[in-house]
């Protein structure tokens, strides 16, 4: 879907939302590169924490949610924020995938102590984790398959940690400028950004 939309962008629209030229060098390249993946990051830490509280520590829905506040004390506009959009969506995929992966590379485990065929097919095709471990028993295989579920979370924050750092990569495309003191002799951003 989103690269049909680029190519309409790019091809079709008189007046694009996103106009090609912003990916035209490398300053406006890295900047967007580097909101994409900011929102990757955040997303993943502001779903999968709360899940965290509600699997692992039996958290009600309200409860973790208040667990996170103690936590957490134009056409330009328009393309960083569709990236960080884009990032945001792609982010709960990527963490559903560490954790469907590391259920299916662990199931002949889950199947020994007791875990349910149906569960573990569950988890590793994408229903939703929560609801499906609130039925599991808080004791025996329910407390070794939220094990689990904290191993995989481990193996996301890895990944999540790689993305990251291609975003610290990426900000090193941002080009440095002294900010004037005398903000009338400021020039537009876009022409400093164009003369490096």
Same mark, same amino acid.
């Given at each position: ?35 994409? *993946? ?18 692992? *520590?039996?958290?009600? /829905? ?48 889950? *199947? ?24 599991? /028993?808080?004791?025996? /295989? ?37 900010? /004037? ?16």
């Amino acid at each position: 879907m989103y690269m049909v939309f680029f190519l309409v962008e790019w091809k079709v629209a008189k007046h694009p939302l996103v106009p090609i030229q912003f990916f035209a060098t490398m300053p406006r390249i890295a900047i967007l590169m580097g909101g994409f *993946l900011q929102a990757l990051i955040m997303t993943a830490t502001t779903y999968f924490i709360p899940v965290y509280f509600q699997v692992v *520590l039996a958290a009600s /829905p309200l409860k973790s949610g208040e667990e996170i506040s103690k936590e957490d004390a134009s056409a330009g506009t328009s393309t960083f924020q569709l990236l960080k959009q884009f990032g945001q969506a792609v982010s709960i995929v990527f963490g559903q995938l560490v954790i469907q992966g590391y259920i299916r590379t662990h199931a002949g485990d889950l *199947l020994r102590i007791g875990v349910s065929q149906i569960t573990i097919s569950d988890l590793t095709t994408g229903q939703t984790i929560v609801s499906i471990l609130e039925t599991e /028993p808080k004791s025996g /295989p329910g407390i070794a398959l939220r094990e689990m579920f904290v191993q995989a979370l481990k193996m996301m924050s890895v990944l999540y940690t790689a993305f990251a750092g291609v975003a610290l990569i990426a900000s090193f495309g941002v080009p440095m400028r002294k900010i /004037p003191r005398d903000a009338s002799n400021e020039e537009p951003a876009d022409a400093a950004v164009e003369k490096d």
